[in-house]
């Protein structure tokens, strides 16, 4: 079991940068593909962008790929999320999650934190 707290979110203006971190408690941090989700005002959650254990690969959805980056560092146990160039549509509540395999289906994640607020006017 891993306990996950996002942070970072925040107000930012169209084309501005934020930058998300995930901290993770307990020992399997290490060994667990990690996640980035968000979920906007009346929408379902959908999947941003997901990490292999080991940082050497990892996956974003077409809409932030060139403009997000994750990664991670198994020494601090955090998560980070790097959003440049950000847009009105990228608000949303963003959620870190930890499961076996850097998938994009949420329901193959069994821990999540509790979500940070991104907002970007326009």
């Known amino acids: 079991q891993v306990q996950l707290v996002e942070s970072g979110g925040g107000l930012v203006q169209a084309g501005g940068s934020l930058r998300l971190s995930c901290v993770a408690s307990?020992?399997?941090?290490?060994?667990?593909?990690m996640g980035w989700f968000r979920q906007a005002p009346g929408k379902e959650r959908e999947f941003v962008a997901s990490i292999v254990w080991n940082g050497g690969h990892s996956y974003y959805t077409a809409s932030v790929r060139g403009r997000f980056t994750i990664s991670r560092d198994n020494a601090k146990n955090t998560l980070y999320l790097q959003m440049n160039s950000l847009k009105p549509e990228d608000t949303a509540v963003y959620y870190c999650?930890?499961?076996?395999?850097?998938?994009?289906?949420?329901?193959?994640?069994?821990?999540w934190g509790q979500g940070t607020q991104v907002t970007v006017s326009s």
């Open positions: 307990g020992r399997t941090f290490s060994s667990s593909a």
């Open positions: 999650a930890a499961g076996p395999m850097p998938v994009a289906d949420a329901e193959r994640y069994p821990n």
